[in-house]
Protein backbone atom coordinates (compact mmCIF):
# COMPACT_ATOMS: atom_id res chain seq x y z
CA UNK A 1 0.00 0.00 0.00
CA UNK A 2 0.99 3.66 -1.04
CA UNK A 3 0.67 6.59 1.09
CA UNK A 4 0.63 10.07 -0.18
CA UNK A 5 1.12 13.26 1.58
CA UNK A 6 0.79 16.67 0.03
CA UNK A 7 1.61 20.34 1.31
CA UNK A 8 1.74 23.46 0.07
CA UNK A 9 -1.75 24.53 -0.93
CA UNK A 10 -3.29 27.67 0.13
CA UNK A 11 -4.60 31.15 -0.60
CA UNK A 12 -2.93 33.39 -2.67
CA UNK A 13 -3.76 36.34 -4.78
CA UNK A 14 -3.86 36.28 -8.61
CA UNK A 15 -0.44 36.47 -10.62
CA UNK A 16 0.96 34.64 -7.61
CA UNK A 17 2.51 31.17 -6.99
CA UNK A 18 2.54 28.48 -5.10
CA UNK A 19 4.52 25.25 -4.76
CA UNK A 20 2.59 21.61 -4.12
CA UNK A 21 4.64 19.04 -2.85
CA UNK A 22 3.66 14.95 -2.76
CA UNK A 23 5.79 12.31 -0.66
CA UNK A 24 5.13 8.83 -1.46
CA UNK A 25 6.00 6.00 1.10
CA UNK A 26 5.05 2.10 1.18
CA UNK A 27 6.94 -1.02 -0.04
CA UNK A 28 7.49 0.52 -3.74
CA UNK A 29 9.58 -1.00 -5.85
CA UNK A 30 8.67 0.42 -8.98
CA UNK A 31 7.14 4.05 -9.78
CA UNK A 32 6.10 4.45 -12.87
CA UNK A 33 4.21 8.21 -13.00
CA UNK A 34 3.21 10.59 -10.90
CA UNK A 35 0.89 13.36 -11.60
CA UNK A 36 -0.94 16.12 -10.08
CA UNK A 37 -4.72 16.27 -10.81
CA UNK A 38 -6.85 18.80 -9.58
CA UNK A 39 -11.44 19.40 -9.42
CA UNK A 40 -13.24 22.65 -9.13
CA UNK A 41 -16.71 23.06 -7.27
CA UNK A 42 -18.99 21.26 -9.82
CA UNK A 43 -16.81 19.96 -12.40
CA UNK A 44 -14.93 16.41 -13.08
CA UNK A 45 -11.37 15.74 -11.75
CA UNK A 46 -8.88 16.64 -14.69
CA UNK A 47 -5.42 16.13 -14.93
CA UNK A 48 -2.87 19.29 -14.43
CA UNK A 49 0.42 17.58 -15.09
CA UNK A 50 2.48 14.36 -14.62
CA UNK A 51 5.65 12.79 -15.01
CA UNK A 52 6.40 9.41 -16.16
CA UNK A 53 9.27 7.08 -14.90
CA UNK A 54 11.73 8.00 -17.92
CA UNK A 55 11.52 11.84 -17.13
CA UNK A 56 8.52 12.76 -19.82
CA UNK A 57 6.46 15.32 -18.79
CA UNK A 58 2.56 16.04 -19.87
CA UNK A 59 0.93 19.17 -19.51
CA UNK A 60 -3.04 20.31 -19.79
CA UNK A 61 -3.57 23.06 -22.25
CA UNK A 62 -4.54 25.78 -19.53
CA UNK A 63 -1.44 26.03 -17.47
CA UNK A 64 1.20 25.05 -20.27
CA UNK A 65 3.94 27.80 -19.53
CA UNK A 66 2.89 28.47 -16.39
CA UNK A 67 2.83 25.25 -14.23
CA UNK A 68 6.42 23.03 -13.99
CA UNK A 69 6.21 19.53 -12.58
CA UNK A 70 9.63 17.59 -11.23
CA UNK A 71 9.87 14.64 -9.55
CA UNK A 72 12.85 13.42 -7.11
CA UNK A 73 12.83 9.80 -7.47
CA UNK A 74 15.21 9.39 -4.61
CA UNK A 75 12.37 10.86 -2.09
CA UNK A 76 9.67 9.36 -3.92
CA UNK A 77 8.16 12.80 -4.63
CA UNK A 78 6.57 15.18 -7.15
CA UNK A 79 6.55 18.80 -7.37
CA UNK A 80 4.55 21.08 -8.99
CA UNK A 81 5.27 24.92 -8.89
CA UNK A 82 2.71 26.96 -10.03
CA UNK A 83 3.30 30.09 -10.99
CA UNK A 84 1.12 32.60 -12.44
CA UNK A 85 -2.37 31.74 -11.02
CA UNK A 86 -5.30 32.76 -12.27
CA UNK A 87 -8.73 32.79 -10.43
CA UNK A 88 -9.98 29.52 -12.75
CA UNK A 89 -6.96 27.47 -10.96
CA UNK A 90 -8.94 27.24 -7.74
CA UNK A 91 -9.29 23.75 -7.39
CA UNK A 92 -8.39 20.98 -4.56
CA UNK A 93 -5.68 19.69 -5.92
CA UNK A 94 -4.87 15.53 -6.16
CA UNK A 95 -1.52 13.67 -6.38
CA UNK A 96 -1.61 10.80 -8.20
CA UNK A 97 0.67 7.29 -8.72
CA UNK A 98 0.79 4.63 -10.48
CA UNK A 99 3.42 2.12 -8.87
CA UNK A 100 4.13 -1.81 -8.90
CA UNK A 101 1.54 -1.77 -6.00
CA UNK A 102 -1.22 -0.15 -8.10
CA UNK A 103 -2.51 3.23 -8.32
CA UNK A 104 -2.73 5.74 -5.46
CA UNK A 105 -4.35 8.95 -4.34
CA UNK A 106 -3.68 11.68 -2.55
CA UNK A 107 -5.97 13.40 0.74
CA UNK A 108 -5.85 16.65 -1.49
CA UNK A 109 -4.63 20.20 -0.64
CA UNK A 110 -7.10 23.24 -1.45
CA UNK A 111 -5.38 26.31 -3.90
CA UNK A 112 -7.39 28.71 -3.71
CA UNK A 113 -6.47 31.98 -6.35
CA UNK A 114 -8.63 35.25 -5.21
CA UNK A 115 -7.52 38.70 -4.34
Known amino acids: QVQLVESGGGLVQPGGSLRLSCAAS????????MGWYRQAPGKQREIVAG???????HYADSVKGRFTISRDNAKNSVYLQMNNLKPEDTAVYYCNTDTDLGNSWGQGTQVTVSS
Open 26 to 33: GSIVSIYF
Open 51 to 57: VAAGGTT
